[in-house]
Structure formats: C-alpha cells, structure tokens
C-alpha cells in the first residue's frame, strides 16, 4: 500500500474502505490516493487537521465525512486489548507424539495419510492390525468387496427373487416328476403295464 509503516494500513482503510469489511471509508477516495495522503501526513487524523491544505472535491469530502472517516479507521483496527490466557511460549511448535498419531491413524484407517507422514512402517503396522483382525484393509462392511467398492453378495430385486422361486418350485416339480416316473417304470417292468407308466406321466404333466 506504499505506507512507511505496518499500522498505517488502517489509516489507508479509514480513506479508501473496504467493502468485503463493511468499511465505508471517505467517498472520491481510492487506494492509490489514500496511501499518497497517509504517507505525506502520516495519519487520518492529522490529515484531518490539515484537510485545509487540500483543494476541490478532496477538501470537501474529507471536510463532510471527517466522522465516517475516523469511524471507518476504527473499524480496520485489529483490538489487541482481547485478555488472553495464553502464552506465546504456549503456542511454539513442539515434536508430536508420534506414536498416539500412529495409533489414530491406524484406528481411523488414514492410511494416505500415515503413508504420507511415516512411509512404509505405519503400513507395515496397518498389515499387522488387518491381520490379528482378519479383516481387510478399508473393508469396514463385510457385504463389501475389498478393493472393489461393490456388493460381494448384493441384495436381489424383486424380479430376481421370483425369477429363483419360479426356478425352485420348476426345479422341485421336474425332480418330482422324475421320481414318480422312475419308480412306476421300475413298477412297469415288473408287471409288464407300460400303459399304465404312460397315464401316470400324463396325469403328471397335466396333459391328456
């Protein structure tokens, strides 16, 4: 923003706005001015106490929204007053319990992920689990396919199912039939009555 200093960038926005923020800043005032006006008088408020020196449209919008002005500076300011029970020594980066993340990992089944951070021994150890386990990496249904994302045994629709208890009962009446005829032939051969294994068969088929 062209400032000589970090904390002037709410005295830019208390000129300029910004509309994503809901600061409304000073009307005919963009960046390029603002950072112009706040590097040559240093603050909004100075250049409000020297608004004089300006002329034309500047002067006066500058003159008309001095409150806007100073309201929009405030709502870009950043309250460092916030109590906070933290300590910056609270916040440094310390080595991670590695083997707690492992166990998560393995337990959660991040697999990419573990891969990503420990390579090839949380992998070794994931093969270890599905092991003891007996169940297969990923496959947390055992109706799924590992690897395959499908139904090993899906569930048959409803044409399916009277298609097999059509076949069933056609495959128990034929088992029947065969039988019924197997023994009267044997029946026959003994006495000699071939008529007669021919009208039991038509009368099992239902024909004649």
Do not use: C
Not at 15 to 21: K, N, P, Q, T, Y
Not at 100 to 114: D, H, P, Q, S, W
């Amino acid at each position: 923003m062209g400032v000589a200093r970090p904390e002037q960038v709410i005295d830019v926005l208390g000129l300029w706005g910004d509309a994503s923020d809901n600061i409304p800043g000073v009307p005919g005032i963009g960046e390029k001015t603002a950072s112009k006006l706040i590097a040559q008088y240093g603050s909004v408020e100075n250049l409000l106490e020297h608004a004089e020196e300006l002329k034309g449209k500047q002067r006066e919008n500058l003159e008309q929204y001095r409150e806007q002005a100073l309201l929009s500076k405030r709502l870009a300011t950043i309250n460092l007053a916030v109590p906070l029970e933290l300590r910056l020594d609270d916040l440094k980066l310390r080595p991670a319990n590695e083997e707690a993340v492992k166990r998560l990992l393995i337990e959660f089944e991040f697999n990419a992920i573990g891969r990503r951070l420990f390579g090839d021994e949380l992998q070794g150890r994931t093969r270890v689990r599905e092991s003891v386990n007996g169940t297969p990496q990923g496959a947390h249904d055992s109706a799924y396919s590992p690897g395959i994302g499908r139904r090993a045994n899906p569930i048959p629709t409803a044409h399916e199912t009277g298609s097999r208890r059509r076949g069933s009962t056609h495959s128990s009446s034929a088992g029947s039939e065969r039988e019924l005829t197997s023994t009267l032939r044997s029946t026959a051969t003994e006495d000699g009555s071939a008529a007669a294994v021919r009208g039991v068969r038509a009368r099992a088929t239902g024909s004649g």
